[in-house]
Structure formats: structure tokens, C-alpha cells
């Protein structure tokens, strides 16, 4: 009998058998595939997508970005992307401010943790609604890739001041709405480069005046204005300022008529007294009670751009300052920008899109809460969900 058969055998022998206990141990206490996806279902969403309807399929996906803490995007894109779903196909994901500590809870106050931006790889579209994120350096990779692709976004209200980093370190900080390197092409940041214009100036007076649309007298025939009519768009959002002519082949589609109250001031209503009704055109300051006159030149509210960053390939944004929760519950708003979506797609707009409201939709007032506010409201991702 050699060494090998008489010393290495029995040796082997026991390390398989050693092996084969291991094995058949770790099996057993591995969850199976079922256990894991329970495991997983136990994890609180971070997110929401909504499957567009079979029988409308565009086999599209929209990424809609929320996260500014005073006109409540979190109620705002939801809202959109059901309707964007369900009465016209396409697959929608809805993204949320969170903090990290307490995953799947809505904090827009939270404003450096955008969870699962990693879904804009695949996006066909971008629906952009922040205000002033300092993202970490992870989550902005995600934004530059998408528009160094040169792919479309929809940008609502604060998007144009849509990231800050002020005194942080980033390698994004260019993106800041307060950027002022004189001569570089990131001068104004994110917001003037892309969309045209960074955060300028409440133009109409916040929560006193109110904002009606007219169609610009250029995009009469514009497929952006299919099924709209001057007048047809109102909120009770101010008319934000820009700088005119608004740089590059920017093009105004909706000019914004700046309208006085014509009830009192109410602190409990979501639209702080201001209606849709109201049609007196803004003539005197409701601050200093003297005679002005924001309407001439009036402002564009809602306009295309096209975009380029540096190394990257040209791409179409649309801009509306209109677009704040309150303001979807108006019909023309809606419409409006469901018609960008098409457009900015390459698609053909609907004469006459369907914007109807999907479940119930009860906004709440644009304004700015603290923490305590937020911890005790206790918004889940997964209640937005239904």
C-alpha cells in the first residue's frame, strides 16, 4: 500500500464529508426564493412606478424627479404620471426626497438624497421638479449622464433653480443656481444652461396674485397649444421673472398674465383666496398700493429650448413656471403639459388631450414647513402607490 493510498485518502475523505455537512447546512438556512422575495417585500418603497394601460402602450418610460420644499411636487407628479399612465400608456416612475435614516418616508426639507435615480438610465423622458438639492456625487453622475445623452426633460417651477451646493464641496457645484463664473458656459447654472433661465425673480406678487395663461402669439399652431385656448391656463402661483429674450432658440409658447384677487386673503384655503374666476388684470402693487403694470412686457410662463452641455449631445427641455400641486387641479395646466410630454418625445400631440384628474387629488398650499411638520405627517412612498 502506498503513502498516498495510506496517509492522503482518509484525509480526503473527511474534508468531503466536512464539505458536504457545510453545504447541506448553509442550504437549509439559505432563504429560498420565495423567503426572499417576502424579505424584500418587507422593505419600505422608496419609490413608485405606475404601468402605463396595455391598451394605450407607448413603450415609453418617464422618470418624474420630485424634492422642493414649497410647492409640493411629492403631490404634484404622482398626480401626472397617473394620468400619463392610465389615459395614455406610458410606464412612469416617480422619484422622492428622503432621508437616508428613515428610507420610504417623504421628506422634501431632506435635500441631499434623491433615492433611485438610476431609473433615468433607461428613461425616455425626464420630468424635473426640485429646488435647490445639493445631491450627492452618485445621484448627479445620474443627471449629467441623462443630459450629456441628450435626452428631454419637462421642467417645472423650481427646476430652473433646481440644484445648489453653495459652501459644500461637489464636483458638480457649477450646477448651482448661484454659479456666476463669468464667461463659462455654466454661467447661471443648471437652469440657464439647459432650460434657459436659473431662479430670477417672483414677478406677480406670492400668494396675492394670481397667473393666467395666454397663448404667445408665435405658437398659435404650436402642437404644445393643441386644445388650448388664452385663458384656458390658470394658477395660483405668481408669474416667476426672466431676463428677456430668453437665450438661444428659446421660443415662448405661454405668456403669463399677472391677476389680482378679487376676495380677501385666506390663510386656510389651499389657493389662498384666489380663484380661477378672478379677471382683473394686475394694475396696482398689493404691497405698496401704488400704480404698476407687470403685464407689459408680460413674461412667458411656458417655453422650448434646446440644450447642450459641454461634451455632450444636443437635446430639447420645455420649461413651465406654472405647475405647482395647486395648480394642477386646472384642467389648461394639465393639458399643457401633457402635450410637452408628447412633443418633447417626437410624438404626435393629441388635438385634444385627456387630463382628467385620476382618484382623488386633494393638494395642499404651497408653502415651506419645518421638520416637525414632516415627522409628524409621516408621508410613506408606498401610500402614494394607489
Given amino acids: 500500500m502506498n503513502y498516498f493510498t495510506c496517509k492522503i485518502m482518509p484525509i480526503m475523505k473527511k474534508l468531503t464529508s466536512v464539505y458536504f455537512f457545510l453545504l447541506v447546512f448553509l442550504t437549509a438556512c439559505s432563504p429560498r426564493a420565495d423567503q426572499t422575495e417576502a424579505i424584500a417585500d418587507t422593505e419600505p418603497a422608496r419609490w413608485v412606478a405606475y404601468e402605463g394601460d396595455k391598451d394605450l402602450a407607448k413603450n415609453k418610460r418617464i422618470v418624474l424627479v420630485s424634492g422642493d420644499e414649497e410647492y409640493r411636487s411629492e403631490e404634484a407628479l404622482p398626480q401626472l404620471a397617473k394620468i400619463l399612465a392610465e389615459q395614455h400608456g406610458f410606464d412612469?416612475?416617480?422619484?422622492?426626497?428622503?432621508?437616508?435614516?428613515?428610507?420610504?418616508?417623504?421628506n422634501p426639507n431632506y435635500g441631499e438624497n434623491i433615492p433611485g435615480l438610476e431609473a433615468l438610465e433607461e428613461a425616455d423622458l425626464m420630468v424635473l421638479?426640485?429646488?435647490?438639492?445639493?445631491?450627492?456625487?452618485?445621484?448627479?453622475?445620474?443627471?449629467?449622464?441623462?443630459?450629456?445623452?441628450?435626452?428631454?426633460?419637462?421642467?417645472?417651477?423650481?427646476?430652473?433653480?433646481?440644484?445648489?451646493?453653495?459652501?459644500?464641496?461637489?464636483p458638480y457645484k457649477h450646477w448651482s443656481n448661484s454659479h456666476n463664473v463669468e464667461g463659462s458656459p455654466w454661467e447661471g447654472g443648471f437652469g440657464?444652461?439647459?432650460?434657459?433661465?436659473?431662479?430670477?425673480?417672483?414677478?406677480?406678487?406670492?400668494?396675492?396674485?394670481?397667473?393666467?395663461?395666454?397663448?404667445?402669439?408665435?405658437?398659435?399652431?404650436?402642437?404644445?397649444?393643441?386644445?388650448?385656448?388664452?385663458?384656458?391656463?390658470?394658477?395660483p402661483t405668481d408669474v416667476y421673472g426672466v431676463r428677456l429674450p430668453l437665450p438661444g432658440d428659446a421660443q415662448?409658447?405661454?405668456?403669463?398674465?399677472?391677476?389680482?384677487?378679487?376676495?380677501?386673503?385666506?390663510?386656510?384655503?389651499?389657493?389662498?383666496?384666489l380663484k380661477p374666476t378672478d379677471s382683473a388684470v394686475a394694475t396696482v402693487n398689493p404691497a405698496s398700493k401704488e400704480p404698476y403694470n407687470p403685464n407689459e412686457?408680460?413674461?412667458?410662463?411656458?417655453?422650448?429650448?434646446?440644450?447642450?452641455?459641454?461634451?455632450?449631445?444636443?437635446?430639447?427641455?420645455?420649461?413651465?413656471?406654472?405647475?405647482?400641486?395647486?395648480?394642477?387641479?386646472?384642467e389648461g395646466v394639465r393639458?399643457?403639459?401633457?402635450?410637452?410630454?408628447?412633443?418633447?418625445?417626437?410624438?404626435?400631440?393629441?388635438?385634444?388631450?385627456?387630463?382628467?384628474?385620476?382618484?382623488?387629488y386633494d393638494p395642499s398650499a404651497f408653502n415651506f414647513h419645518d421638520d416637525e411638520y414632516w415627522i409628524k405627517k409621516d408621508l410613506e412612498v408606498a401610500d402614494l402607490a394607489q
Fill in 92 to 106: 412612469c416612475t416617480v422619484l422622492f426626497a428622503q432621508d437616508p435614516e428613515k428610507p420610504g418616508i417623504i
Fill in 129 to 170: 421638479f426640485t429646488r435647490f438639492r445639493a445631491l450627492p456625487d452618485e445621484q448627479m453622475a445620474q443627471f449629467e449622464k441623462y443630459f450629456k445623452a441628450g435626452k428631454p426633460v419637462v421642467a417645472l417651477r423650481t427646476a430652473t433653480h433646481a440644484f445648489e451646493f453653495g459652501d459644500k464641496e461637489s
Fill in 192 to 235: 440657464r444652461l439647459v432650460l434657459g433661465e436659473r431662479w430670477h425673480t417672483h414677478h406677480g406678487h406670492h400668494k396675492q396674485q394670481s397667473t393666467r395663461g395666454l397663448i404667445a402669439t408665435d405658437a398659435k399652431n404650436h402642437p404644445i397649444t393643441n386644445g388650448l385656448e388664452d385663458g384656458d391656463i390658470w394658477g
Fill in 252 to 273: 415662448p409658447i405661454v405668456l403669463g398674465q399677472v391677476i389680482d384677487r378679487a376676495e380677501a386673503f385666506d390663510e386656510t384655503d389651499p389657493f389662498y383666496g
Fill in 297 to 330: 412686457p408680460m413674461m412667458p410662463i411656458a417655453w422650448t429650448k434646446s440644450y447642450l452641455l459641454p461634451g455632450g449631445s444636443p437635446g430639447k427641455a420645455f420649461t413651465s413656471t406654472i405647475g405647482s400641486s395647486t395648480d394642477m387641479v386646472n
Fill in 335 to 360: 393639458r399643457l403639459l401633457v402635450n410637452s410630454v408628447y412633443h418633447l418625445l417626437g410624438m404626435d400631440v393629441p388635438q385634444e388631450a385627456k387630463v382628467e384628474l385620476v382618484g382623488e
